[in-house]
């Protein structure tokens, strides 16, 4: 008989605090599935993108695990937890997150040039993914030139340029028309049809409704 495999991300029971600060999580434990979409919600400050930040590797719990295809993380350097987010993790930040000393096209080619991906070929993709999104006409702009929605998109378009196998997303659509949340939305479930677990972090019911899962913290 065969077994189903591990998860593809998994948290085992994760606790966390900002020091000093009450604990946000306390041996909080969930399974990412590939192909799935699953919402995380809750109120404000209850810790939701400080769990994307553990998930993503990019904080470390106080206790427990976070585990990548049943391998855990924890007691990776620091260079190889980067290299593993980098070739496996999109990551779609609260506030964008654009750096504004570089233009658009250079945002979203971030990663991937960190990853020693090919310029040329990264940059063809990141401009059909800018064309997608209808913020093609601003690659050559500085982030502080364009709105807030635009700001998202060009973050969602650096978090898909890699294809990424896990793909969080915090408030993917919170400053967007429903027309441009809809392309959004369509994204996320796209790259989970393509194999990757989607976590999005959201406080908007419509979102919520067309996901896979609800994960209430
Ligand atoms: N770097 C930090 N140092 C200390 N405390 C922090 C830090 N980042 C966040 N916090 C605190 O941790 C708590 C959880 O923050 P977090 O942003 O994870 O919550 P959230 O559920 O995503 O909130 P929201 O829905 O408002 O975005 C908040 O009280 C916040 O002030």
Known sequence: MTRPGPALLRADGL???????????????????????????????RGKSTLLYLLGLMLRPVSGEVLLDGE???????RERAAR??????????????DSSRTVLDNVLETALYRGDDRRTSARRAHALLERFGVA??????PGQVSGGQAQRIALCRALLGDPRVLLADEPTGNLDPTSAEVVLEALHEQAQRGAAVVVVTH????????????VL
């Open 15 to 45: 606790s966390f605090r900002y020091e000093p600060g009450r604990p946000l999580l306390e041996g909080w434990s969930a399974g990412f599935d590939a192909g799935e979409v699953a919402a995380v919600t809750g109120p404000s400050g």
């Open 72 to 78: 855990p993380m924890h007691a990776r350097p620091d």
């Open 85 to 98: 987010r980098a070739a496996t993790f999109g990551f779609v930040f609260q506030d964008a997150a654009l």
């Open 137 to 142: 006409l601003r690659a050559e702009a500085r």
């Open 204 to 215: 908007d019911p419509a979102l919520v409704a067309r996901c896979d899962r609800e994960l």
